[in-house]
């Protein structure tokens, strides 16, 4: 192993659920191999600040079950310029850090892929993101919980939905992808799911609506992922009660309640076996490269690919919401 003796952990961008069982894997996994252990604040901002604290087996104790990050997160534009990252190296080199484990989503591993080359420094990532947009993974931390309080919350819509006989337009997060809206609506019985990679005209839309109001339902769910693309949903529900002002449309935003609560239990062992991966990485001499898992294996994906590719949507999953929703 290159001699590395400490390796510091930060959570970056927005959080996920599972970020704590991250930390708490790397911390344990590295103590358990004889290294030391530097907890990172706010992410990359903390390592402008110098918020950093040596972490022990407890500083990590009663976590996993925990959402959001206890070392925080943020977002910190000074280290988008080669001036912060030179600030940040030079706080690496006073805490005697020797590598870097950065759990965060697509932002903070590009980040850290222009910090590792330019400082020749050893980072490994941790893909922690509710929006599973990460190439090279089957999953990222925090997507299971998400989808899983997003169908907890489409299930009670679906209550109301029907006993009024409306058409719901229900907002998932994903940015730009549409996993957490495909998926969610696979689970929740949806009837659609508009969604950023796949475009749905609103007269493909309108002949999906019909087909569930037509049958047995008297009322329709679609679920549709935030995007500029989509519109989101005040923007599809709009054009809709335009085009067809005979339905009762109303719009729900899920909001930040997707990011919250506790780990599923998905998302903690999936957590654990990257958390502790990561260090197993750093001392097979990886570096720049993404814990990812694919058919249950751990993998490592060059940043490169984890960062530039677009991850692709299962085309079989939206035929078979189709098929599902008549
Ligand atoms: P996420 O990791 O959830 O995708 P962001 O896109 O907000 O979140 O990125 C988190 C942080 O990572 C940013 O605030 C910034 O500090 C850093 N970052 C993102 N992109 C770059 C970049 N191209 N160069 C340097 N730092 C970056």
């Not at 058409?167 to 998926?183: H, K, P, Q, S, T």
């Not at 696979?186 to 087909?211: F, H, M, N, R, Y």
Request: charged share 20%; aromatic share 6%.
């Amino acid at each position: 192993m290159a001699n590395i003796k400490c390796v510091g952990i930060l959570t970056s961008g927005g959080d996920a659920p599972g970020m704590n069982a991250a930390i708490r894997a790397v911390t344990r996994a590295a103590i358990y191999n004889g290294l030391e252990v530097k907890g990172i604040y706010r992410g990359y901002q903390g390592l402008l600040t110098d918020e950093i604290t040596p972490f022990k087996t407890n500083n990590v104790s009663n976590i996993i079950q925990q959402g959001g990050t206890i070392l925080k997160t943020a977002r910190c534009a000074e280290f988008r310029e080669p001036e912060g990252r030179q600030k940040a190296y030079e706080t690496i080199q006073k805490e005697g850090i020797d590598a870097l484990v950065v759990i965060g989503g697509d932002g903070s591993l590009s980040g850290a892929r222009i910090f590792a080359q330019e400082y020749n420094f050893p980072i490994v990532g941790v893909p922690g993101t509710i929006d599973n947009d990460l190439y090279g993974t089957d999953i990222t931390i925090g997507y299971d919980t998400a989808l899983n309080t997003i169908i907890e919350a489409v299930d009670k819509i679906r209550d109301t939905a029907t006993s009024h006989e409306r058409l719901f337009f229900i907002e998932v997060m994903g940015r730009d992808a549409g996993f957490l809206a495909l998926n969610g609506a696979i689970a929740s019985g949806a009837e659609a799911a508009i969604i950023p990679e796949i475009w749905t005209e609103v007269d493909q839309l309108e002949e999906l609506i019909e087909q569930g109001f037509r049958k047995t339902k008297n009322s329709s769910i679609v679920l549709v992922a935030e995007s500029d693309v989509t519109g989101g949903a005040m923007g599809m529900a709009d054009r809709v009660k335009k085009k067809y002002p005979q339905y009762d449309v109303r719009v729900t935003i899920l909001g930040h309640v997707q990011r919250g609560g506790s780990p599923s239990a998905t998302d903690r062992i999936l957590a654990s076996r990257m958390g502790a991966a990561a260090i197993d990485a750093l001392m097979e001499d990886q570096r720049n490269v993404m814990i990812g898992i694919q058919n249950d294996a751990i993998v490592y994906v060059p940043f490169s690919k984890a960062i530039k590719n677009d991850k692709p949507i299962n085309r079989d999953l939206l035929n078979l919401l189709h098929t599902l929703s008549i």
